[in-house]
């Protein structure tokens, strides 16, 4: 029987670091928007930009990644109950936070940003409970 | 707290934690978390790893007391 070439594990990490990698330069372009960096470099951030895109949906779609099992089963679901009381308690401080007649507006690129950070807690939390989860 | 005998039964055949965790269907980090006591296994998985040693679920799984 063929092995698959990652752990679950491994990907999770590798899930992590490219959603990284997406979320330190989504955050940086506010500063240093990528159509104004010189060719060289606006080439070098792209594909690093791609390869992290390719490297998420490949992990994101278990491709030779190993089959989970009950532990994992019941880690994923400890993340997304954790996850959605994060969220749940940030729209709650969002709520408070915000005056009468304020409105929020997300732009494509914070919207990116905001869905980054969801991805990345979703792994580092996974990662976590399986580290030290019981 | 939950000890276990698996290592001890694993090495006594010469298998490794991933041969055991392919056996049994589960990765092979559950393996290892087990034989440390770091994870409580289901009903369905402490039977599958007891089948494989051909024992017992209580002579591979013992629950001691934590003082």
Redesign the interface.
């Known amino acids: ?1 063929k092995r698959p070439v990652l ?3 491994r990907s999770k990490q590798l899930s992590a670091l490219c959603w990284a990698v997406v979320l330190f330069f989504g955050a940086l372009a506010n500063w240093f928007p990528v159509k104004d960096l010189p060719n060289p470099l606006r080439t070098a951030v792209v594909g690093l930009l791609l390869v992290a895109a390719v490297v998420i949906i490949l992990t994101t779609l278990g491709v030779w990644v ?1 089959k ?5 089963a019941e880690n994923e679901r400890r993340t997304n109950s954790t996850l959605f009381t994060l969220v749940f308690l940030a729209m709650g401080a969002l709520l408070v936070w915000m005056k009468n007649g304020q409105t929020l507006i997300l732009g494509r690129s914070e919207l990116l940003v905001a869905f980054g950070c969801v991805c990345l807690a979703q792994d580092i939390l996974f990662l976590l409970y ?1 580290r030290f989860g ?1 | 707290m939950l000890e276990t005998k698996i290592k001890e039964l694993r090495l006594a055949r010469g298998m490794d934690q991933a041969t055991l965790a ?1 056996l049994v ?6 393996i290892g ?1 087990l034989e440390k006591g ?5 009903l369905k ?1 402490a039977m599958d790893i007891a089948k494989v040693f051909d024992r017992t679920v209580e002579e591979v799984f013992t629950f001691r007391e934590e003082p």
């Open positions: 029987m752990t679950l594990t190993e989970g099992d009950e532990r994992s399986e019981a | 392919a269907g589960v990765r092979r980090e559950t978390r770091q994870y409580n296994p289901s998985l």
